[in-house]
């Protein structure tokens, strides 16, 4: 039986009186790569922040490892408010909402729809700072400066990275100077920096042309095997989703309307209707 790695468990999400995700169940398996798709809006980016502890969802609850990781239900104003499902399901269960930099430390990574690169570091700063996060040093041996060969293999695993993605040449160049392309590739380096199980990737091929795309989703495959990684990701580039993915899942206005093979989710009526269209 497939081990879960990520599960979302009746997940909604609602601002105010807009229901942006609405009761929202997947799974993502260890070593896939799944994709999830749906029309501009539909609330793909929403769910991915539910997941990095940028939103509190507002109900429902999400699993890392089999782990609960988040869970929240309707509670104060939002009691009245709530215009999603399964209302009272998990009322009364402790609530639990980490913050983004405790989602990185369990092994969650993420890039973002509009690149969020450091603007003011060096390439090479932009992946060191993001090794932090790994270090096995605290306060007191940075204090005493015996942290120096801590510090020294950060630096040397940070070259590697940047050698092995074609980026160490540019290590000294400002990260903001490097062309889109590149800069998209140093956000996912910077993003393995932080040793992850699950990558999450919220649309990596934006602004690409066709051969940039189909090298991506190459890439993609490739570091998923050599880091041992399961991906999530974001994507309208149909191609790069139905060439790369094993599963897929498809919302619209924030609902799930199928998931399956990309053979299966192309075929269906609800997914031509809503999103791709009819060739």
């Known amino acids: 039986m497939p081990e879960n790695v990520l599960r979302l468990e009746d997940v909604t999400m609602q601002f105010g009186g807009v229901v942006a995700v609405n009761n929202l169940s997947l799974e993502v398996n260890r070593g896939e790569i799944v994709a999830l798709i749906g029309p501009n809006g539909a609330g793909k980016t929403t769910a991915f ?3 990095t502890g940028v939103y509190e969802p507002t109900n429902g609850i999400i699993r890392f490892n089999e782990e609960q990781i988040v869970a929240n239900h309707p509670r104060g104003k939002m009691k009245k408010l709530y215009n999603g499902e399964n209302a009272k399901k998990y009322v009364g269960s402790k609530t639990i909402s980490p913050t983004p930099d405790e989602i ?10 509009n690149i969020r690169l450091w603007k003011s570091m060096t390439v090479f700063d932009n992946v060191l700072t993001a090794k932090h996060m790994r270090a096995r040093h605290n306060v007191f041996s940075a204090t005493l400066r015996i942290s120096y060969a801590e510090e020294k293999r950060m630096r040397e695993e940070t070259e590697a990275l940047l050698a092995e993605q074609n980026l160490l040449q540019y290590a000294g160049d400002l990260a903001v100077s490097l062309p889109y392309g590149l800069q998209r590739r140093l956000e996912i380096a910077r993003a393995l920096a932080t040793d992850p199980a699950l990558l999450l990737l919220d649309e990596p091929a934006a602004g690409m042309n066709p051969q940039e795309t189909q090298d991506l989703g190459q890439f993609i495959v490739q570091i998923k095997d050599k880091y041992n990684l399961t991906v999530f990701m974001i994507e309208h580039h149909m191609d790069l989703v139905m060439q790369f993915s094993d599963r897929i899942y498809v919302i619209d206005f924030g609902k799930l309307i199928c998931e399956g093979t990309p053979d299966v989710v192309q075929a269906d009526p609800r997914v031509i209707n809503a999103y791709l269209g009819v060739g």
């Open 49 to 51: 922040n539910c997941v």
């Open 104 to 113: 990185t430390k369990l092994g969650i990574a993420r890039t973002f729809q």
